[in-house]
T-cell receptor, first 114, second 112 residues
């Protein structure tokens, strides 16, 4: 029962470096999401993908790019990391049924940009 | 600004006291979710509400969604130290697009 798996769990980057956060789900969910969590800000939606082949901007997309590689995988890329992108990143996937969405979260990725 | 507003931002209560956390949106919510998070850890699903007027309970936690589906409250009865953490409300606001957003969170501390 892997659920939603995201890697890496911890990463330290220097300003200007690039990196990709990987996320995979094995539940055959159509929708996937990337959030960031900062103190006092709750979870803010960066990008989401309602289905394979589509991606949409969320609340805070600037500085990020995403790729929905296939139904299982949804990656988040920081092309030129900035200290303001220091945060905890959560990937999630969901399945929409008659009783609403069932949402599953990864365990989080702690990113520090120095 | 966030589309889901939570209040209060933080709360300190004595053990045994009741408390309420509110989640408000200016838009109709197609589904409302409550999660709990221990600091530095992942999110734990508590409850999901979908119908106007719906109310669900689990142990000492009760969540309600108002008739207009724009506001939800989470009520904890006889709080315990184990209830401490961050409470987050999330909502499906996208309808067909399945867009899921979250509130600002409420940090709850329970003093023994």
């Amino acid at each position: 029962n892997a659920g939603v798996t995201q890697t890496p769990k911890f990463q330290v980057l220097k300003t200007g470096q690039s990196m990709t956060l990987q996320c995979a789900q094995d539940m055959n969910h159509n929708s996937m999401y990337w959030y960031r969590q900062d103190p006092g800000m709750g979870l803010r939606l960066i990008y989401y993908s309602a289905s394979e082949g589509t991606t949409d901007k969320g609340e805070v997309p600037n500085g990020y790019n995403v790729s929905r590689l296939n139904k299982r995988e949804f990656s988040l890329r920081l092309e030129s990391a900035a200290p303001s992108q220091t945060s905890v990143y959560f990937c999630a996937s969901s399945r929409k049924g008659v009783s609403g969405n069932t949402i599953y979260f990864g365990e989080g990725s702690w990113l520090t940009v120095v | 600004s966030q589309e889901l507003e939570q209040s209060p931002q933080s709360l300190i209560v004595q053990e045994g006291k009741n408390l309420t956390i509110n989640c408000t949106s200016s838009k109709t919510l197609y589904g409302l979710y409550w999660y709990k998070q221990k600091y530095g850890e992942g999110l734990i699903f508590l409850m999901m509400l979908q119908k106007g007027g719906e109310e669900k309970s689990h142990e000492k936690i009760t969540a309600k969604l108002d008739e207009k589906k724009q506001q939800s409250s989470l009520h904890i009865t006889a709080s315990q130290p184990s209830h401490a953490g961050i409470y987050l409300c999330g909502a499906d606001i996208g309808g067909a697009t399945n867009k899921l957003i979250f509130g600002t969170g409420t940090l709850l501390a329970v003093q023994p």
